[in-house]
């Protein structure tokens, strides 16, 4: 319920109430002749009438003496908290007393007014604060009908996988690291010991784009140099150059081992790699790799399985086969699968140990345990897509409602 | 990965035991290769590209009988006392001959051998150029065989062909010559095998219809000619493994040129490993009895020394040069399911990068404004980052592209968003997107000449005016960023005249923000005003 202040309200709010212009002039003297009191203060007979009641003043033959002495004057307090929209710290008894004192009244509507027993659709603030709520019908709701949509916003599914996948690695105690994706084939491929001729090198599975990278690691050139023409009997050494789009996140381990010098390491990435497939539901020619490798004295295939095994559970199975594999950096080479209730078997990545042919020209002379996620499948999986494309859709329906 | 077709009454003739399909499952998922597919008759095996021996049926047979723990019959080459004469022909300079004694042809085994045929040269043959095989009709051929250079105008009548062609010809009007001619066009003198009629084979083109091989040949002349020499002896010898493993008697030739060799070059490999190496990168101890039992089943020779194990390889394991090629196998012959995972002592501190922090605290900051995230290729092309956008610029570009939608790397945010809610004009408005991704400018200073760039954009697809509501998003996102904007009204030909900006921060440019042109709108065919936003997070440097 709303209230102003009437315009004798106002007035005493401004001049003072009467008993309290009253009692502050007799605090002066003690006590006064009714006769003066009336020419000096405004509506002596409501002054007097209040602080009689109020037990201030006591009147002795024709002079008015103040007995006690008030501490507060509560409807001036009232007043002012009326005034500054305050109302809810006042008390009803103290409304009721200002309101039979004529010193506020209700605010009237004209327009909530002609609303009393009518339906209303929606119910304003106007109408709770005046009270009319109590008036009217508010209309009813029928949950059947179906809404108007409402789009939140929402982070892509895909990079929520990739949020939990890198959370998941921190977790083991690997710290992450970024690699370029414009990438010299050297550290792609050649520091990797893949032969200049090896099929994956042909343009049918790496981007080539204009020129020739500068690889500053002269010393480490050398030595790849040296051991691909060991033993593989020819280096293409204008290949090694060339620029490509990076098609392995096994490139950013590779320049990782080679500015290491403090072990033990332990390394992941989630990156674009990029390889000139057919495009179709299992296949996009971008797609994110996480990489990562552990380099130590005293490791073994035995460690390389044991986190292999720690790897698996971000794919929520606790079951893992290993079977024999085949990478052109690793040897051993390991194919880890993971079981998935519903599913079976499903592929979840590859690993190995680097082979000393990648390792020694990178100035590393410990095991290094590398292995690779593969998280398209893991996210296609974990969203229930089976087109690979979904994870860079350009399909916002899909994207509001996934 | 190659894929291959086995037949399998003929696998398991060749193995000498009937295995049931659980037990072929139970074998290959212990050896580096996968079964794609076991059916009534055949079985499909997907195979990994260092082991060409176990490409062909003779060699996976092989490999599954010593694996069991049956012997194998040691394959050997005889001396046929055969000289073949060479010249040097430089586009081709490595040869290798063999001629296999007795053999029994039908039609399926020539169809088989032709499927090998092909196999081995798409795969280590890398499409002929490597390796190329010629197989002949031995008794087809008369007096002393000679590998020279042959001039294009010499003749023979090409396999399947009827009448005599001239080598270019041959070239020019034949499937397999315009197939594979360029691999010797340039070349002066085109490499021929020829006896005293002439020439019989063209490699890596043609063999001749003279000396084909058909259900009669009883006799065959094996030529395997190349560029790379350890190649041709891998492929010859993946041939002596398939026609040894039948029981044919190989004889190998003397070829006679600068310097005479003797081929097929059937040699076994020994490697030497120190015993305490196995037990190092395996983290398992193996008696010495035990390592032997696991290599032979692996088909190694073994001698035990007192301090280290000589591997004796057979002479088709091409894949095997040093210990922890030999190490690997011990592996696989004890079982990769044998081996109990362990967690090392290894302690260290898990981190997230920096950047990636960052980029989540803006993605939260702009799903909380309401835009949906969407994550877009990094390849595009001219038309949707330049032209549609009304600008001119400059992108790293493919070489090889395999299709027109993807010919280059993006260089900003914007257009991605663009073509985003191009494709989406039928959903309902207001749409509010959002990217965090990577974009790559040419740099001619870097060691990629490239340098790539950490952006978000973020974009208002809606009837109204954000370009107010765009400010203090860009001013919201600076303060994740730990910046501060300064902004100056600019023009930019993508965005409409007086409503665009460029933000500031310690006098660097890092974005711009505005609405974009009813132009480019028109262009994507978006027709909805929109306001738009990007700006840089980080730059890179390799």
């Excluded at chain 1, 006690?68 to 710290?89: Q, T």
């Excluded at chain 1, 009244?105 to 119910?123: A, I, P, S």
């Excluded at chain 1, 790496?206 to 480490?220: A, L, N, S």
């Excluded at chain 2, 089943?297 to 002479?315: D, N, R």
């Amino acid at each position: 319920m709303q209230y102003v202040l009437t315009e004798e309200g106002e007035k005493y709010l401004k001049n003072g109430l009467p008993e309290k212009n009253l009692v502050l002039y007799l605090e002066k003297f003690g006590k006064a002749p009714i006769s003066d009191l009336e020419k000096e203060i405004e509506n002596f007979d409501i002054a007097l009438l209040w602080a009689k009641k109020k037990g201030w003043v006591e009147l002795k033959f024709n002079e008015l003496v103040l007995i006690k002495k008030p501490e507060s004057f509560p409807e001036e307090d009232a007043l002012r908290k009326i005034k500054e929209n305050r109302i809810e710290e006042v008390d009803e008894s103290m409304i009721k007393l200002l309101l039979q004192r004529k010193l506020i009244q209700k605010v009237v509507y004209e327009h909530l007014e002609k609303l009393k027993g009518k339906e209303v659709t929606v119910l304003t603030s106007e109408l709770i604060k005046s009270g009319y709520w109590r008036e009217v019908k508010i209309k009813r709701f029928d949950a059947n009908i179906p809404p108007a949509e409402i789009y939140g916003g929402k982070i892509h599914p895909y990079i929520k996988v990739i949020r939990e996948i890198r959370e998941f690695l921190v977790g083991l105690g690997f710290k992450e690291v970024k690699g370029p994706l414009i990438e010299i084939n050297f550290w792609n491929c050649d520091a990797l010991f893949m032969p200049s001729d090896h099929p994956a090198r042909e343009i049918h599975d790496i981007f080539f784009i204009e020129g020739e990278g500068k690889v500053k690691e002269k010393k480490i050139w050398e030595e790849v140099k040296k051991i691909h023409k060991k033993r593989w009997g020819y280096w293409d050494e204008k290949l090694a150059k060339k620029l490509i789009l990076r098609s392995q996140c096994t490139a950013v381990s590779a320049r990782i081992l080679a500015k290491t010098r403090k072990l033990p390491l332990k390394i992941f990435t989630i990156d674009r790699v990029f390889r000139p497939d057919v495009i179709d539901a299992k296949h996009f020619i971008e797609f994110e790799q996480c990489e990562g490798i552990v380099a130590d004295k005293n490791l073994n295939f035995k460690h390389l399985l044991g986190y292999l095994k720690e790897i698996a559970k971000v794919f929520g199975g606790e079951d893992v086969m290993f079977k024999p594999s085949y990478f052109p950096f690793t040897e051993p080479s390991v194919e880890m699968y993971v079981k998935i209730n519903e599913l079976g078997w499903v592929e979840a990545g590859g690993a190995g140990i680097l082979r000393k042919e990648v390792t020694q020209p990178l100035g590393i002379n410990v095991p290094v345990l590398a292995w690779g996620l593969g998280i398209g499948r893991l996210a296609m999986l974990k969203l229930g897509i089976s087109d690979i494309r979904f994870l860079y859709s350009d399909n916002l329906k899909w994207l509001r409602e996934v | 990965m190659p894929t291959v077709t086995f037949n399998k009454k003929e696998l398991f003739k060749l193995i000498g035991k009937k295995l049931s399909d659980e037990e072929i499952k139970e074998i290959v998922n212990r050896l580096k290769c996968n079964i794609e597919e076991i059916g009534k008759d055949e079985i499909k095996l997907e195979l990994t590209a260092d082991r060409c021996d176990m490409f062909i049926m003779e060699g996976f047979a092989r490999c599954l009988r010593e694996f069991i723990g049956f012997d194998s019959k040691e394959i050997k080459v005889y001396n046929s006392n055969f000289v073949i004469k060479r010249e040097e022909v430089p586009v081709r300079p490595f040869i290798a001959c063999a001629i296999v004694r007795d053999v029994k042809l039908d039609e399926e085994m020539i169809k088989y051998l032709m499927n090998v045929q092909e196999l081995l040269h798409e795969t280590i043959g890398r499409k002929r150029r490597k390796a190329a095989i010629g197989l002949h009709d031995f008794d087809k051929i008369e007096g002393k065989i000679e590998y020279r250079g042959a001039s294009r105008n010499e003749k023979f009548t090409p396999l399947g062909e009827k009448e005599e062609m001239s080598l270019l010809d041959v070239l020019v009007k034949t499937e397999k010559g315009r197939k594979y001619g360029e691999l010797i066009i340039n070349a002066n003198k085109w490499p021929v095998f020829a006896d005293e009629r002439g020439i019989f084979s063209f490699p890596p083109i043609l063999n001749s219809e003279r000396t084909k091989i058909t259900e009669n040949t009883k006799n065959m002349f094996i030529d395997v000619t190349g560029t790379d020499e350890n190649t041709v002896k891998h492929v010859m010898n993946i041939l002596v493994l398939l026609f040894g493993e039948r029981g044919y008697r190989i004889e190998g030739v003397r070829i006679k040129g600068k310097r005479e060799i003797f081929t097929p070059t059937w040699i076994e490999k020994p490697i030497e490993i120190e015993k305490g190496e196995i037990e190092k990168i395996l983290g398992e101890s193996f008696s010495d009895s035990e390592i032997e039992r696991l290599l032979r089943k692996m088909g190694y020779k073994v001698f035990v020394g007192k301090k280290s194990i000589i591997a004796i390889a057979p002479p088709y394991r091409f894949d095997i040069f040093s210990e922890a090629d030999v190490i690997e196998d011990i592996a696989i012959a004890y079982g990769y399911g044998n081996f109990t995972p362990e967690l090392p002592n290894v302690f260290t501190k898990g981190e997230v990068l920096e950047i990636e922090k960052i980029c989540n605290d803006v993605r939260e900051l702009l799903v909380g404004f309401g835009f949906q995230e969407i994550v877009r290729p990094i390849l595009t092309n001219e038309e949707i980052q330049f032209k549609k956008m009304l600008i001119k610029g400059n992108a790293i570009k493919l070489k090889n592209p395999v299709s027109e939608l993807y010919t280059q790397t993006r260089t900003w945010l914007l257009p991605s968003l663009m073509d985003f809610l191009s494709k989406n004009t039928n959903e309902p408005y207001p749409q509010r997107i959002f990217e965090i991704g990577d974009v790559v400018m040419p740099d001619e200073n870097s060691e990629t000449r490239a340098k790539e760039i950490r952006k978000v954009a973020a974009a208002i697809a809606s009837s109204g005016s954000f370009f107010a509501e765009m400010k203090k998003i860009a001013i919201e996102i600076a303060k994740k960023l730990g910046k501060k904007l300064e902004f100056k009204n600019d023009s930019h030909p993508s965005f409409i005249e007086g409503r665009f900006a460029r933000m500031y921060s310690d006098e660097e440019e890092v974005g711009f923000f505005g609405e974009i042109n009813p132009l480019v709108l028109e262009n994507f065919k978006v027709y909805t005003p929109v306001a738009a936003l990007e700006m840089k997070i980080l730059e890179f440097n390799p």
